[in-house]
Protein backbone atom coordinates (compact mmCIF):
# COMPACT_ATOMS: atom_id res chain seq x y z
CA UNK A 1 0.00 0.00 0.00
CA UNK A 2 1.65 3.50 -0.89
CA UNK A 3 2.75 4.86 2.15
CA UNK A 4 0.16 8.06 2.16
CA UNK A 5 -2.45 6.18 0.98
CA UNK A 6 -5.25 6.99 3.38
CA UNK A 7 -7.95 4.26 3.54
CA UNK A 8 -11.64 5.28 3.49
CA UNK A 9 -14.47 2.84 4.20
CA UNK A 10 -17.30 3.13 1.87
CA UNK A 11 -20.11 3.04 4.40
CA UNK A 12 -18.39 5.77 6.20
CA UNK A 13 -18.07 7.97 3.72
CA UNK A 14 -21.57 7.96 2.50
CA UNK A 15 -23.01 8.71 6.33
CA UNK A 16 -21.03 11.90 6.17
CA UNK A 17 -21.45 13.01 2.71
CA UNK A 18 -24.98 12.22 2.16
CA UNK A 19 -27.01 11.84 5.52
CA UNK A 20 -24.59 14.59 7.61
CA UNK A 21 -24.10 16.77 4.32
CA UNK A 22 -20.86 17.51 5.02
CA UNK A 23 -19.33 19.13 2.32
CA UNK A 24 -15.72 17.02 0.67
CA UNK A 25 -13.58 19.78 1.96
CA UNK A 26 -14.99 19.07 5.75
CA UNK A 27 -15.01 15.02 5.31
CA UNK A 28 -11.28 16.02 4.24
CA UNK A 29 -10.13 17.81 7.35
CA UNK A 30 -11.60 15.08 9.45
CA UNK A 31 -10.27 12.47 7.50
CA UNK A 32 -6.42 14.58 7.14
CA UNK A 33 -6.54 14.29 3.70
CA UNK A 34 -7.28 16.26 0.55
CA UNK A 35 -10.90 16.98 -0.67
CA UNK A 36 -9.66 16.01 -4.04
CA UNK A 37 -9.33 12.59 -1.98
CA UNK A 38 -12.46 12.63 -1.08
CA UNK A 39 -14.31 13.34 -4.12
CA UNK A 40 -12.00 10.62 -6.15
CA UNK A 41 -13.38 8.18 -3.38
CA UNK A 42 -16.80 9.46 -3.83
CA UNK A 43 -16.89 8.60 -7.87
CA UNK A 44 -15.19 5.33 -6.93
CA UNK A 45 -17.87 3.91 -4.58
CA UNK A 46 -20.23 5.30 -6.85
CA UNK A 47 -21.63 8.41 -4.68
CA UNK A 48 -22.91 11.05 -6.88
CA UNK A 49 -21.43 13.99 -6.01
CA UNK A 50 -23.62 17.06 -5.05
CA UNK A 51 -23.31 20.41 -7.50
CA UNK A 52 -21.25 23.57 -6.06
CA UNK A 53 -23.44 26.42 -4.31
CA UNK A 54 -26.55 25.82 -1.94
CA UNK A 55 -28.52 22.73 -2.39
CA UNK A 56 -31.88 23.19 -2.76
CA UNK A 57 -32.99 19.93 -4.35
CA UNK A 58 -34.09 18.12 -1.59
CA UNK A 59 -37.09 20.76 -0.47
CA UNK A 60 -39.76 18.57 -1.11
CA UNK A 61 -38.66 16.38 1.38
CA UNK A 62 -38.03 19.11 4.17
CA UNK A 63 -41.38 20.97 4.09
CA UNK A 64 -40.44 24.59 5.32
CA UNK A 65 -42.27 25.45 8.50
CA UNK A 66 -42.10 28.96 7.49
CA UNK A 67 -44.97 31.04 6.98
CA UNK A 68 -45.42 34.17 5.37
CA UNK A 69 -45.78 36.64 8.21
CA UNK A 70 -45.44 40.48 9.32
CA UNK A 71 -42.43 39.39 11.28
CA UNK A 72 -41.24 36.97 8.63
CA UNK A 73 -41.24 39.25 5.54
CA UNK A 74 -39.05 42.03 8.16
CA UNK A 75 -36.85 39.94 8.47
CA UNK A 76 -36.06 38.86 4.81
CA UNK A 77 -35.54 42.56 4.75
CA UNK A 78 -32.28 42.16 6.96
CA UNK A 79 -31.56 39.61 5.26
CA UNK A 80 -31.75 40.75 1.76
CA UNK A 81 -29.70 44.37 2.80
CA UNK A 82 -27.20 43.19 6.26
CA UNK A 83 -27.52 39.65 6.52
CA UNK A 84 -25.29 36.45 4.90
CA UNK A 85 -25.81 33.23 3.67
CA UNK A 86 -22.69 30.73 4.34
CA UNK A 87 -21.80 29.00 1.50
CA UNK A 88 -21.43 25.45 3.40
CA UNK A 89 -24.16 23.79 5.73
CA UNK A 90 -26.50 26.33 5.94
CA UNK A 91 -25.58 28.89 8.21
CA UNK A 92 -26.89 32.32 8.33
CA UNK A 93 -25.66 35.71 10.20
CA UNK A 94 -26.56 38.85 10.93
CA UNK A 95 -24.52 41.81 12.13
CA UNK A 96 -25.70 45.28 13.06
CA UNK A 97 -23.92 47.97 15.49
CA UNK A 98 -27.57 47.91 17.28
CA UNK A 99 -27.88 45.33 19.42
CA UNK A 100 -31.89 45.89 19.74
CA UNK A 101 -32.33 44.55 15.96
CA UNK A 102 -30.73 41.52 16.26
CA UNK A 103 -33.05 41.12 19.51
CA UNK A 104 -36.13 41.74 17.69
CA UNK A 105 -34.53 39.46 14.75
CA UNK A 106 -34.60 36.47 17.52
CA UNK A 107 -37.54 37.25 18.81
CA UNK A 108 -39.47 37.36 15.07
CA UNK A 109 -37.27 33.99 14.87
CA UNK A 110 -37.84 32.99 17.80
CA UNK A 111 -33.94 31.89 18.50
CA UNK A 112 -32.28 31.19 21.34
CA UNK A 113 -28.64 32.13 19.69
CA UNK A 114 -26.52 34.77 21.57
CA UNK A 115 -25.67 37.93 20.29
CA UNK A 116 -21.82 38.78 20.61
CA UNK A 117 -20.14 41.65 19.52
CA UNK A 118 -16.71 41.75 17.61
CA UNK A 119 -13.19 42.71 18.41
CA UNK A 120 -13.58 46.28 18.33
CA UNK A 121 -17.16 45.75 20.27
CA UNK A 122 -18.71 48.34 17.64
CA UNK A 123 -20.73 46.08 16.03
CA UNK A 124 -22.91 42.84 17.28
CA UNK A 125 -23.57 39.75 15.40
CA UNK A 126 -25.63 36.53 15.56
CA UNK A 127 -25.10 33.36 13.66
CA UNK A 128 -27.03 30.11 13.92
CA UNK A 129 -28.13 26.90 11.25
CA UNK A 130 -31.46 26.49 10.31
CA UNK A 131 -31.59 24.09 6.75
CA UNK A 132 -35.12 24.59 6.57
CA UNK A 133 -34.58 28.27 6.49
CA UNK A 134 -31.61 28.51 4.65
CA UNK A 135 -33.15 26.29 1.99
CA UNK A 136 -36.41 28.80 1.96
CA UNK A 137 -34.56 32.02 1.74
CA UNK A 138 -32.79 30.43 -1.34
CA UNK A 139 -36.25 29.71 -3.10
CA UNK A 140 -37.23 33.51 -2.58
CA UNK A 141 -34.11 34.55 -4.29
CA UNK A 142 -31.39 35.28 -1.93
CA UNK A 143 -27.79 33.20 -2.21
CA UNK A 144 -24.49 33.64 -0.78
CA UNK A 145 -22.31 36.46 -1.74
CA UNK A 146 -25.01 38.59 -2.78
CA UNK A 147 -23.94 42.20 -2.46
CA UNK A 148 -23.21 42.65 -6.17
CA UNK A 149 -25.77 40.31 -7.42
CA UNK A 150 -28.73 40.61 -5.58
CA UNK A 151 -31.75 40.55 -7.72
CA UNK A 152 -35.61 40.44 -7.77
CA UNK A 153 -37.26 38.62 -4.74
CA UNK A 154 -40.93 36.67 -4.48
CA UNK A 155 -42.18 38.40 -1.57
CA UNK A 156 -45.92 38.82 -1.72
CA UNK A 157 -47.47 42.02 -2.20
CA UNK A 158 -49.24 41.97 1.31
CA UNK A 159 -45.80 41.67 2.94
CA UNK A 160 -43.93 44.10 1.11
CA UNK A 161 -44.27 47.01 3.59
CA UNK A 162 -42.59 44.67 6.17
CA UNK A 163 -40.11 43.99 3.59
CA UNK A 164 -39.40 46.91 3.25
CA UNK A 165 -39.22 48.59 6.36
CA UNK A 166 -36.09 45.89 6.99
CA UNK A 167 -34.42 46.82 4.10
CA UNK A 168 -34.34 50.32 5.65
CA UNK A 169 -33.83 48.85 8.99
CA UNK A 170 -30.85 46.95 7.55
CA UNK A 171 -29.18 49.08 5.06
CA UNK A 172 -31.11 52.50 4.84
CA UNK A 173 -31.79 55.88 6.35
CA UNK A 174 -34.54 58.45 7.54
CA UNK A 175 -32.94 61.72 7.31
CA UNK A 176 -34.83 64.49 8.77
CA UNK A 177 -32.89 67.85 9.86
CA UNK A 178 -33.53 71.56 9.85
CA UNK A 179 -32.35 73.27 6.58
CA UNK A 180 -30.95 77.20 7.26
CA UNK A 181 -29.37 77.60 4.01
CA UNK A 182 -31.01 80.94 2.13
CA UNK A 183 -31.26 82.30 6.02
CA UNK A 184 -29.07 85.10 4.67
CA UNK A 185 -32.06 86.36 2.43
CA UNK A 186 -34.80 85.95 4.70
CA UNK A 187 -34.85 84.85 8.35
CA UNK A 188 -38.21 83.11 7.57
CA UNK A 189 -36.45 80.55 5.14
CA UNK A 190 -36.03 77.65 7.27
CA UNK A 191 -37.70 74.42 6.33
CA UNK A 192 -37.93 70.59 7.91
CA UNK A 193 -36.13 68.47 5.41
CA UNK A 194 -37.24 64.21 5.22
CA UNK A 195 -35.47 62.00 3.32
CA UNK A 196 -35.46 58.16 2.99
CA UNK A 197 -32.71 56.76 1.81
CA UNK A 198 -31.99 52.40 0.34
CA UNK A 199 -28.48 51.54 -0.50
CA UNK A 200 -27.42 48.78 -2.64
CA UNK A 201 -24.19 47.60 -4.12
CA UNK A 202 -26.97 46.08 -6.78
CA UNK A 203 -28.77 48.20 -8.98
CA UNK A 204 -31.13 45.77 -9.82
CA UNK A 205 -32.43 44.87 -6.46
CA UNK A 206 -33.05 48.85 -5.94
CA UNK A 207 -35.11 48.66 -9.64
CA UNK A 208 -36.92 46.22 -8.37
CA UNK A 209 -37.80 47.73 -5.14
CA UNK A 210 -38.45 51.12 -6.93
CA UNK A 211 -41.13 49.66 -9.24
CA UNK A 212 -42.50 47.59 -7.06
CA UNK A 213 -43.26 50.57 -4.42
CA UNK A 214 -44.11 52.41 -7.02
CA UNK A 215 -46.82 49.91 -8.57
CA UNK A 216 -48.33 49.99 -5.11
CA UNK A 217 -47.56 53.78 -3.77
CA UNK A 218 -47.34 56.02 -6.97
CA UNK A 219 -44.19 57.85 -5.66
CA UNK A 220 -41.40 57.17 -8.01
CA UNK A 221 -37.95 57.91 -5.99
CA UNK A 222 -34.98 58.77 -7.89
CA UNK A 223 -31.66 56.40 -7.96
CA UNK A 224 -28.18 57.89 -8.19
CA UNK A 225 -24.76 56.22 -8.08
CA UNK A 226 -22.09 57.00 -5.25
CA UNK A 227 -18.82 55.72 -5.87
CA UNK A 228 -16.09 55.09 -3.35
CA UNK A 229 -12.95 54.14 -5.27
CA UNK A 230 -13.64 51.45 -8.14
CA UNK A 231 -16.83 50.27 -5.72
CA UNK A 232 -19.95 51.44 -7.09
CA UNK A 233 -22.79 51.75 -5.10
CA UNK A 234 -26.40 53.28 -5.30
CA UNK A 235 -29.09 54.66 -3.13
CA UNK A 236 -32.62 54.52 -3.53
CA UNK A 237 -34.08 58.44 -2.94
CA UNK A 238 -37.37 59.44 -1.51
CA UNK A 239 -37.95 63.49 -0.52
CA UNK A 240 -40.06 65.04 1.96
CA UNK A 241 -43.38 64.41 0.18
CA UNK A 242 -42.71 61.39 -0.82
CA UNK A 243 -41.46 59.96 2.01
CA UNK A 244 -44.18 61.37 4.25
CA UNK A 245 -46.28 58.95 2.45
CA UNK A 246 -43.65 56.34 2.69
CA UNK A 247 -43.27 56.26 6.04
CA UNK A 248 -46.96 55.64 6.97
CA UNK A 249 -46.70 52.94 4.80
CA UNK A 250 -44.26 50.82 6.38
CA UNK A 251 -44.95 51.93 9.84
CA UNK A 252 -48.78 50.88 9.40
CA UNK A 253 -49.29 50.37 13.07
CA UNK A 254 -47.44 51.25 16.17
CA UNK A 255 -45.77 46.87 17.18
CA UNK A 256 -44.50 46.28 14.23
CA UNK A 257 -41.11 45.65 14.58
CA UNK A 258 -38.83 48.03 13.72
CA UNK A 259 -35.60 49.92 14.63
CA UNK A 260 -37.03 51.89 17.14
CA UNK A 261 -33.86 54.98 16.36
CA UNK A 262 -34.77 54.95 12.62
CA UNK A 263 -39.26 54.99 13.65
CA UNK A 264 -38.64 58.18 16.07
CA UNK A 265 -37.17 60.30 13.75
CA UNK A 266 -40.20 59.22 11.30
CA UNK A 267 -42.95 59.67 14.31
CA UNK A 268 -43.83 63.13 13.89
CA UNK A 269 -44.88 62.32 9.91
CA UNK A 270 -46.92 59.54 10.94
CA UNK A 271 -49.96 62.09 11.84
CA UNK A 272 -51.25 65.00 9.42
CA UNK A 273 -48.63 68.18 10.27
CA UNK A 274 -51.73 70.37 10.51
CA UNK A 275 -55.10 71.33 9.40
CA UNK A 276 -56.69 73.89 7.50
CA UNK A 277 -60.63 73.77 6.01
CA UNK A 278 -59.73 75.59 2.97
CA UNK A 279 -57.29 75.20 0.96
CA UNK A 280 -54.38 78.39 0.97
CA UNK A 281 -52.99 80.55 -2.18
CA UNK A 282 -50.06 78.68 -3.91
CA UNK A 283 -48.66 75.12 -3.44
CA UNK A 284 -50.11 73.33 -0.60
CA UNK A 285 -47.66 72.45 2.38
CA UNK A 286 -46.56 68.91 2.35
CA UNK A 287 -47.83 66.95 5.58
CA UNK A 288 -51.22 69.52 5.82
CA UNK A 289 -54.81 68.17 5.49
CA UNK A 290 -57.22 70.62 3.51
CA UNK A 291 -60.91 69.27 3.40
CA UNK A 292 -61.89 66.22 3.56
CA UNK A 293 -60.13 62.87 3.63
CA UNK A 294 -61.47 60.85 0.40
CA UNK A 295 -60.02 57.83 1.03
CA UNK A 296 -57.90 56.06 3.57
CA UNK A 297 -54.26 54.26 2.30
CA UNK A 298 -55.02 51.35 4.49
CA UNK A 299 -52.38 49.00 4.63
CA UNK A 300 -51.32 47.98 1.18
CA UNK A 301 -50.74 52.03 0.21
CA UNK A 302 -53.99 52.07 -2.24
CA UNK A 303 -54.79 54.86 -4.50
CA UNK A 304 -56.31 57.20 -1.53
CA UNK A 305 -56.31 60.81 -2.08
CA UNK A 306 -56.93 64.24 0.38
CA UNK A 307 -58.66 66.90 -1.62
CA UNK A 308 -56.59 69.72 -2.59
CA UNK A 309 -53.56 67.95 -0.83
CA UNK A 310 -51.08 66.27 -3.53
CA UNK A 311 -49.13 63.92 -1.78
CA UNK A 312 -51.45 62.32 1.59
CA UNK A 313 -50.82 61.84 5.26
CA UNK A 314 -51.78 58.07 5.93
CA UNK A 315 -54.84 57.85 8.43
CA UNK A 316 -55.12 55.44 11.54
CA UNK A 317 -51.78 55.40 12.33
CA UNK A 318 -49.72 55.35 15.25
CA UNK A 319 -49.64 58.62 16.96
CA UNK A 320 -52.86 61.21 17.68
CA UNK A 321 -53.77 63.86 14.78
CA UNK A 322 -53.10 67.35 15.85
CA UNK A 323 -55.83 69.86 16.79
CA UNK A 324 -56.49 72.06 13.82
CA UNK A 325 -54.48 74.87 13.07
CA UNK A 326 -51.81 73.23 14.90
CA UNK A 327 -48.22 71.65 14.14
CA UNK A 328 -47.13 68.85 16.47
Not at 168 to 174: L, M, P
Not at 243 to 262: E, H, N, Q, T
Not at 286 to 315: F, H, M, S
Amino acid sequence: MHPHYVPIDSQFLKRLYVDEQLTAEEIAGQLGCAPTTVLRRLRKFGIAARPQGPQIANSNALPSPYVWSPDLAYVVGLMATDGNLSRTRWGLSLASKDSELLETVRRCLRLTNAITPYTDSLCYHIQWRDRRLYTWLVEIGLMPAKSLTLGPLKIPEEYFADFFRGCIDGDGTVLVYEDQYHVAKKKSYVYDRLYVYLYSASLPFLNWVRARICTTLGVSGAINERRKGDRACWSLRYAKAESIRLLGWIYYAADVPCLLRKREKAERYLSPLGFSPSRPQGRPRVGWLYNEVIADLGRGGGTGRLAALKTPCPQGRAGSNPAPGTIP
